[in-house]
């Protein structure tokens, strides 16, 4: 493939079109996808955003900048932390990344019980924000509902999408070390970025003293090759203010342009999807009402097919949105289920600690990248808990605190001021868990037609709570964190359980599942409305369970199934 | 904030903003103390005195620019002002007016009037004393944290207005913007030093 060009001149007149063979509502990690297989197979697409249009390179203002560039050195003032009072909750907004932020202010939605709702509203959407953390299901994930009997099973199992997985992962570029554990399949990897010695070290104690549990590089979607035109990683550490070397993966840098290169793809920015028009006599979807962001017009695209690509909640808001005679309760909803199954993975539980020795050591490059310690509960006999169902990983690492660290030494002055610009200070190595959550009924989202949006549009209402399982998960989380760095002979070893509310993990999924029976569920195995084939939800939203592991890699793999399926059935005349 | 508006409000009764810094100066060689020779945006004359006082022993100039020399003082000034709200700036006021109560108790002068021994030693008593923060993980402090009062604060303030100035971020600490593959164990020797990023 040549390489990408980087003035994409993308299509955004579609004034003159009003019909098109697909729409797209949304453009980051999963509309991407759909755009790209849909383009690329001939379909003229349009591709809906709610924000601004951002051109790869080009719109990355703030991609070489240093904390001495800005007036402020980075930090944001108090009006800008009111604009992203939600968001701001994460501690991860600063000056050169505010932008990709929505504002909370003009998007407000309703806490029935704490819910962290990271939002981005501009094209690539959280793409450009991830953690860039990319890992498979296994078949323990897909089987999990029908073992347990928690929530409905998935339609579909390791073998339906493992191909798929293949297929986005040569695509996407993914880096890691291939370990062959059944719970945790390995990709089509590119080399494994390096751990340090402090890593190796505790690594090797760690196997050493639970011979059934691994330590491994975090498999990310960070080039250690180039890969189609791409450059590999430099290990700058500001990948979201944008990569100049196309290093990571996001829809603006690699699916959007490529989508984009077909010359079938309009993309229509400052776009609010309001709803999905159903036609009673033909029982498809014939089109989508979109809001004119800037002008408040309300306008009609028309399309043989949707892809419902809004991000989890914001797509079920849409669903929700879209009442008919048909589907009062919004469409696809014959089963009451739409809105609800909400979750998330628990997030900031674990342990940290001081490593002593490696003094003389040091490391080269801001590595955008963790270790990972795969689940070890519940996945055979041996592994059996009786205080939980599912599990947990851990990502983590190692580093110097270097001159941040120079608040704590007890000394001021001269010396001082030398060891800190000379002594980059102990070793600290932490691991945080990620606990898979149950598809709870009762956690839902609901239209809030009381509290509106700026444009006057119904906003949602969030009633999500960890219960029992999830508590019982952050609990033993912690417990094994600090007995692993216990073993590992790590100093001063301090414990913690944030309690974060749910939302934090940024992994929301659920509210418009995947299942068997139209009884139960809201999609098929293709990601199809159960009663509307012609729409096709793919990101977060049609998630029936959660796994333990960071989900982007197995909404892009249902992505491109669900697309090449799309365009089979469209070939057959069967939508 | 109160004191900011009374600081406007003197320059604008002397005329102009700069007029006030020029009578400031006036006032400070009568009084023979050390002359503040910057315009504070947000704090009062004697705050900003405070400030680059204890930014001066903190980190001071050696063989290698100290912290008034990139002008970290001038800096948490900016910061208290732009990005703390009122909340945020009526509580630092109040902190500093303690801090230098303590000064004025232990030695009946506020901090920056002091001699450079007792400057020292109300330093170390504040770094005995004061709790130290607690690690992070992702943004976020983990574990029990005690309020580390006025000076650990201050003092965490001016270590990274410090050392993300550009002339020690580029010029003083290893500065690789562009660093390539990441290698995870080599000699620090070879580094020579802390890395700037």
Not at chain 1, 11 to 38: F, Q, R
Not at chain 1, 197 to 208: N, P
Not at chain 2, 90 to 114: H, S, T
């Amino acid at each position: 493939m040549s390489e990408f060009k980087y003035d994409y001149n993308y299509n955004i007149d579609a004034k003159k079109n009003m019909t098109y063979d697909a729409i797209v509502i949304g453009s980051g990690m999963s509309g991407g996808w759909a755009a790209k297989e849909l383009c690329e197979a001939g379909m003229k697409v349009l591709v809906l955003e709610r924000g601004r249009i951002i051109q790869h390179i080009k719109d990355y203002p703030n991609m070489n900048k240093e904390a001495w560039d800005w007036e402020l050195r980075g930090s944001i003032t108090p009006e800008e932390r009111k604009k992203h009072y939600k968001a701001v909750r994460t501690n991860w907004i600063g000056e050169g990344n505010k932008d990709l932020y929505a504002n909370d202010a003009e998007n407000p939605y309703t806490e029935v019980k704490p819910f962290m709702w990271l939002r981005a509203h501009q094209m690539g959407g959280r793409s450009q924000l991830w953690g860039k953390q990319t890992y498979r299901w296994s078949e323990l994930d897909f089987e999990a509902n029908a073992k347990d009997g928690h929530g409905v099973d998935w339609p579909i199992r390791y073998k339906d999408i493992a191909p798929w997985y293949t297929y986005v992962e040569k695509y996407v570029g993914i880096s890691g070390q291939a370990l062959g554990l059944p719970q945790l399949p390995d990709s089509h990897f590119l080399p494994p970025m390096e751990l340090n010695c402090v890593e190796k070290d505790i690594r090797q104690r760690i196997e050493g003293a639970f011979p059934s549990r691994n330590m491994t590089i975090g498999r990310v979607a960070h080039l250690t090759e180039p890969l189609n035109g791409r450059g590999k990683c430099q290990t700058r550490n500001k990948c979201s203010m944008g990569c100049p070397y196309s290093a990571f993966f996001s829809s603006v840098s690699v699916t959007l342009p490529a989508a984009n290169a077909t010359g079938n793809m309009t993309v229509r920015p400052f776009s609010i999807a309001h709803s999905i028009i159903y036609d009673e006599q033909k029982e498809k979807a014939t089109g989508v009402k979109v809001i004119d962001a800037e002008t408040g017009e309300m306008i009609e695209y028309h399309a043989r097919i949707i892809f419902c690509n809004a991000s989890t909640l914001s797509s079920t808001r849409i669903l929700l949105n879209s009442t008919s005679n048909r589907f009062p309760n919004g469409l696809g909803n014959d089963s009451g289920e739409l809105g609800h199954n909400l979750m998330d993975h628990t997030y900031r539980v674990g342990a940290l600690g001081t490593f002593e020795g490696h003094e003389d050591k040091y490391y080269k490059g801001r590595r955008p990248n963790g270790i990972y310690i795969p689940r070890y509960w519940n996945i055979d006999e041996a592994s059996k808990s009786d205080k939980f169902v599912r599990g947990f990983g851990y990502q983590g690492g190692a580093s110097r605190k270097g001159w941040g660290g120079g608040a704590n030494v007890q000394d001021f002055g001269a010396n001082f001021k030398d060891s800190l610009l000379k002594d980059p200070g102990p070793w600290e190595f932490f691991i945080t868990g990620f606990a898979e959550c149950l598809p709870y009924h009762e956690n839902k989202v609901t239209l809030d037609k009381n509290n509106l949006d700026k444009w006057g549009q119904p906003t949602l209402a969030i009633d999500c709570e960890w219960k029992e399982n999830e508590l019982a998960l952050n609990k033993q989380i912690q417990e094994d964190a600090v007995e692993m760095l216990e073993k590992a002979g790590l100093k001063d070893i301090v414990g913690f359980d944030k309690k974060h509310e749910p939302g934090f993990g940024i992994h929301e999924m659920g509210t418009a599942r995947m299942g068997r029976d139209p009884k139960t569920s809201v999609l098929n195995a293709t990601n199809q409305i159960h009663a509307c084939k012609n729409v096709f939800v793919t990101d977060g939203a049609c998630m029936t369970s959660n796994s333990c592991v960071n989900p982007s890699l197995t909404y892009m793999a249902l992505t491109a199934r669900a697309a090449n399926h799309a365009i089979s059935e469209l070939k057959k005349l069967n939508l | 904030m109160k004191r900011r508006e009374a600081l406007k409000n003197t320059a604008i009764l002397g005329g102009t903003a700069a007029f006030s810094v020029s009578l400031l100066t006036l006032f400070q060689a009568c009084k023979a103390q050390p002359r503040l020779t910057w315009e504070p945006q947000f704090l009062n004359v004697e705050q900003a005195q405070l400030v680059s006082a204890l930014v001066d022993t903190i980190i001071p100039k050696t063989d290698t620019p100290g912290g008034l020399d990139v002008k970290v003082d001038i800096l948490i000034d900016l910061l208290y002002d732009k990005t703390y709200d009122e909340q945020a700036q009526q509580n630092i006021v109040a902190e500093m007016d303690g801090f230098n109560d303590k000064c004025n108790a232990k030695f009946g002068k506020v901090f920056y009037q002091l001699a450079a021994d007792q400057k020292k030693a109300i330093l170390q008593a504040e770094e005995v004393n004061s709790p130290k923060f607690n690690s992070g993980v992702w943004g976020c402090s983990v574990g029990e944290q005690k309020p580390v009062g006025f000076y650990r604060s201050f003092k965490s303030l001016a270590v990274w207005g410090y050392c993300s100035s550009e002339a020690i971020g580029r010029d003083v600490l290893k500065y690789d913007p562009v660093p390539g593959d990441y290698q995870g164990c080599i000699p620090l020797s070879e580094v020579g030093g802390v890395w700037s990023l």
